[in-house]
């Protein structure tokens, strides 16, 4: 929100979410020390959001002559 209102000049009144995507992100490989000098693997997961934000149309409303 603060990106569209700083770079773009769009009205944070005005601002809806247009698309939520997650993806999977990098795996950091770690190990935990086992029985006999082993090793067992840790796959530390993270995962990546992109949130895309559009602004809302907004229509006027037509004043009727009466």
């Known amino acids: 929100a603060a990106n569209a209102e700083k770079n773009?000049?769009?009205?944070?009144?005005n601002l809806?979410?247009?698309n939520i995507r997650v993806d999977q992100g990098v795996?950091?490989?770690?190990?935990?020390?086992?029985?006999r000098g082993s090793a067992f693997p840790i796959k530390k997961?993270?995962?990546?959001?992109?949130?895309?934000l559009a602004e809302k149309i907004v229509k006027?409303?037509?004043e009727v002559d009466k």
């Open 27 to 35: 795996t950091l490989k770690r190990s935990m020390p086992r029985a």
């Open 60 to 62: 006027e409303k037509k």
């Open 8 to 13: 773009f000049g769009l009205d944070l009144k």
């Open 16 to 18: 809806i979410v247009k």
């Open 45 to 52: 997961r993270s995962s990546n959001v992109v949130v895309t």
